[in-house]
Nanobody, 121 residues
């Protein structure tokens, strides 16, 4: 089984910064794409950013130039550096990873439990 454990959420004032981390552990052959999604109250879950194993990144327009996604392949960990935070960034942030558990199996998507980010004065 594969587990994704997130950390780093919290309460921050507008204009502040937070760094989220997500570590994948368990029976892992290879972690392919990793990413962050968020879900605000009453809204659908949306992609924030993702990163391929080779480092190619993709961002939602709403967070470009403010958020930076990165990863440490040796640690199977993905990070999200969030700067210039706005109240509209308030949401539960979920980590996602596409994982192959053996060389013979197809990759499967796994989700973390979510971490709350609240931007408020």
């Amino acid at each position: 089984q594969v587990q994704l454990v997130e950390s780093g959420g919290g309460l921050v004032q507008p204009g502040g910064s937070l760094r989220l981390s997500c570590a994948a552990s368990g029976s892992i052959f290879r972690v392919n794409a990793m990413g962050w999604y968020r879900q605000a109250p009453g809204k659908q879950r949306e992609l924030v950013a993702n990163i391929a194993s080779g480092g190619t990144t993709n961002y939602a327009d709403s967070v470009k130039d403010r958020f930076t996604i990165s990863r440490d392949n040796a640690k199977n960990t993905v990070y999200l550096q969030m700067n210039s935070l706005k109240p509209e960034d308030t949401a539960i942030y979920y980590c996602n990873a596409a994982v192959k558990i053996t060389i013979f199996t197809n990759e499967k998507n796994y989700w973390g439990q979510g971490t709350q980010v609240t931007v408020s004065s």
